[in-house]
Every structure is written in C-alpha cells, then in structure tokens.
C-alpha cells in the first residue's frame, strides 16, 4: 500500500512511471481501459468487447458492477429490494441490452402506498399543504413535452450539437420558477421532486436549462406514456451480475487508480487492489466514466485545459438506504416537505437545504423503508445516517404518521450516491463552458461518459456511451 502511495505522489509531482518497477505478469496491455464499472462502464465494456472486438479492462472500486444500482436481499422474506435505480426507460439500446442477457422486461409497476407529508422543520405533519391534483400534474408534464420538443435534437442523447453560446435560447437560461409560471406549470413540481429529484434548497432558482437535463423528453414521456420498464423476476442488478460473469477476467473488482500519465499515443496507469497489490495497464485509450470531479480526477494528472470547466461543477450528496421503522405503518411514503409549500405553493416544496423521502418497500411484516437523503451541502456517510435517525424521531415525537413510541432505525444497507452537477451561471454558458466540457472528448487520449454529460437515466447513458464509441475507435 505504501508503494501504491508513493507511485500516486510521485505522478502528482510529475515523475514518469517506471514500467520497469513491475514484473511482467502485473503489466496489462489493452485497447481501451474504462475507469468505473457502472451502467456507463459495464454497457461500453460489452459492446467494445463483444460487438467491436475491442480488448478492454474495467476497474471498479467496489466488489461488484452496477454502480448506483442497489440491491438489498432481506433474508427474512427472501425478497429483494431496489433501492438505487427503480425502472428504466425505453430510449436507445436500453430493452435491448436486457435481452442480450436473456433477462426478460416487463412494464415497471410502483405499488400504491399512502402520502404523508412531513413538516421539514420539525416532521410535524404538514396538513396544510394540498398538492396539485395527479390529473394536473400529468397535463403540466405534457405540456413541459410539448415545449421543450423543439430542443431535443440538440440535448439528446447528448451534448454534442449543443447551441452556440450565443445561440443559447434564452428561456431555458431562465429560473424554472420563472419559466413554470409563465407557462402555468407549477403541478409538475411534486413529481419532478420524485422522480428526477432536482432542485435540492429550491427548485425555483435552477435554470431550466438544467431542469432539462434532469428530466428530458425520454422521461417525462415515458412516465405520461407508462413505458417504464424493470427485469421480470429478478432485481436491478442481476443485469450487472450477468455482465461480470460475461465479462470475468476483463474486470478488476476493488481496485482504484493511484497514478496514470496520459498524452496523445495513449494511456499508462498503476492501479491498487484491495490486497495492496499494484498493476501497471498501458491502454490506447481510456473511458472515464465516474463523476468528472476535480476529486474523482485527482490521480489522472489534470492539466490547465482539463481543470478549468472541471471546476466548475456544483456538488451533490446523496444516500440511499434500506432501514427497518417500525414507527411508520406499512405502504406509507413519507415526504420531508418545506413548510413553505403550503398551503399551494407548489414550487417551494424543496425550499429546505435538504430533501427526505421514506419509501414503504412494502413487505408484510417487515418495517423496511427505502430511504433517499440529498442535501445541498456536504455530508458524511456518518452525519447523513445521524440526520435520518433524527428525522425519525421527530416523527415518533410529533405523532405525524402514528402513535407509536418506537423511533428504532435499524440500517441494512447505507450506499453514498455523491455526484456532481451542471450550475453554472447563464454567464458561463454563454462564455462556453459546454464547448470547453466537451472539447475534451479525445483530449490526451481520454473520452468521458459520466452521465452528468448526458442525462441521468440509464437508457439515456448507454444511448450517450453509443456516440462515444464511434468517435473513440475512429482515433484508435
């Protein structure tokens, strides 16, 4: 492990990596090595390999691939629950890439639960806020379809046609909440919260621009069309576990990057397992596919070109979880609502530095909630769990959805989902920083499919990874 760190400062301060500091069979030589094995990841993996004869390698940190896809197996009713991403969209390759796998689909159905929304202040039941009725929320989405048709070409499946800067359509620069009023669309608000869980501390003031890519034609068509779709018979996550048994030796599970020097001929990097063992893979190009942080980026030996638009990106913490409470009855949601939402103003409803939503997973006899934390400021994986449990017990003091004394939070399984999102300024866009994120497609040898360079839905991702893959075997 010391060496691993020792390679990793030594890159940091610009010394080469010494390829001969490794024996022979710790060396890898590959045509394409992809950082990150999530849906982004493991979807270019397979059709490099399998579709393109492409050699590749993936490293993961995790002991698994799937990424934000979370599966918790409760022993107790031998059932699994989802509790990263719940259904899919038919857009791209996406029903395809389940049948590849022989994994059947079927429409994605959520089960009926009771909506009890909880002050955010004090979890006191918030019975003053009515929410827009479900017949008004779906005409505001159909109508937020119609007006944002005419962008899709420019904004799917990713940014590549982007508009000029000064070409920017000035209505998708301004505030959605601005844009929501003049177009009377206020209703869609709730399930934008829901679904696309946008606007963290207030929706109101995130360009619509922005609000677009959280929740773009695909989605918000799918969703008023009920095109979702999950695997029949199996969770999320047996597509991912299909993938690593297809994909076996190409994968290198809890490893991590700790040095790499990239330029124009292709790409060297040291890696780290879990056991402290380094490896040395020389690739011809490389596919990063987590967040591109400045954090996330730190062993790649970023240059001036590359740190600029990267640091520009706001931070989003997120934490998913599944939890025993038995002081909320089963098949209830609970919603953390901002106070300010009622008694109808819809749009404020996410005006609190943090947004709580406690899910029933609605197995009889079982107390388990699926749990979604995301704030709008940095937390820890300990401080977010702390904030949940106090949460709980406000509800418990507050009797907001029972008369029960119990405040017992009993985690099962906490995943961190941080991330980092598109808030720049009307200013920055019209100076180019979408050019500049994407100029560096190809740059030194690497390309980027994070999602936050397309859209944040899986069908959307693997759609973004297809129009990468031209451009990158084309220089290879």
Not at 2 to 29: Q, T, V, Y
Not at 60 to 89: F, K
Not at 274 to 292: M, R, S, V
């Amino acid at each position: 492990m010391w060496r691993a760190l020792l390679i990793g400062l030594f890159a940091a301060l610009g010394f080469a990596i010494d390829e001969s500091a490794f024996a022979p069979a710790d060396c890898i030589e590959k045509d394409v090595a992809i950082i990150g094995g999530g849906a982004s990841g493991t979807y270019a993996a397979v059709r490099l390999r399998e579709d393109l004869n492409k050699s590749i390698v993936v490293i993961e940190r995790d002991d698994h691939l799937g990424g934000h896809v979370n599966t918790y197996h409760d022993p107790a009713s031998n059932t699994d629950i989802d509790y990263g991403v719940l259904a899919y969209i038919r857009y791209g390759n996406s029903a395809a890439f389940f049948e590849r796998f022989d994994i059947p689909i079927t429409p994605y159905v959520s089960v009926p639960q009771t909506t009890v929304y909880a002050n955010s202040v004090d979890a006191s039941l918030l019975s003053s806020y009515m929410p827009p009725s479900f017949p008004d929320q779906l005409a505001a989405i159909q109508k937020w379809v119609n007006l944002t048709a005419p962008y899709t070409d420019r904004l799917l499946p990713a940014l590549w046609d982007f508009w000029a800067p000064e070409d920017i359509p000035e209505e998708l620069l301004m505030p959605f909440g601005e844009f929501a009023e003049r177009y009377d669309l206020e209703a869609m608000a709730p399930l934008l919260a829901v679904i696309a869980n946008v606007g963290v501390g207030g929706i109101k003031e995130v360009l619509t621009l922005y609000v677009y890519f959280a929740f773009g034609q695909p989605v918000a068509q799918g969703f008023l069309d009920g095109s979702f779709f999950q695997p029949m018979g199996y969770s999320n996550s047996e597509l991912y576990r299909r993938a690593l048994q297809l994909l076996k030796d190409d994968v290198m599970l809890q490893n991590h990057v700790v040095a790499a020097e990239r330029n124009d001929d292709g790409v060297k990097i040291v890696t780290c397992g879990a056991d402290g063992k380094e490896k040395l893979i020389k690739a011809k190009k490389l596919l990063f596919t987590p967040p591109p942080s400045l954090g996330n980026l730190a062993p790649f030996d970023l240059d001036a070109k590359e740190t600029a638009p990267y640091s520009t990106w706001t931070g989003a913490y997120t934490l998913a979880a599944v939890a025993r409470i038995p002081d909320i009855p089963e098949n209830t949601t609970v919603l953390f609502t901002a106070p300010d939402a009622a008694p109808s103003n819809t749009l404020n409803i996410r005006d609190w530095p943090y947004s709580l939503s406690l899910a029933s997973a609605a197995i009889p006899g079982e107390d388990l909630f699926e749990i979604l934390l995301s704030t709008n400021y940095s937390i820890s994986h300990e401080d977010g769990q702390k904030l949940i449990m106090d949460a709980v017990q406000n509800l418990t003091t507050t009797h907001a959805v029972s008369n029960s004394t119990d405040s017992t939070v009993e985690f099962r399984e906490v995943v961190d989902h941080n991330s980092v999102l598109w808030r720049q300024s009307p200013e920055q866009l019209k100076a180019g920083i979408v050019q500049d994120v994407y100029s560096l497609q190809g740059y030194r040898s690497t390309y980027y499919g994070a999602s936050l360079l397309a859209q944040d839905y899986t069908g959307n991702v693997w759609a973004f990874v297809d129009t990468i893959l031209p451009r990158m075997l084309s220089d290879l």
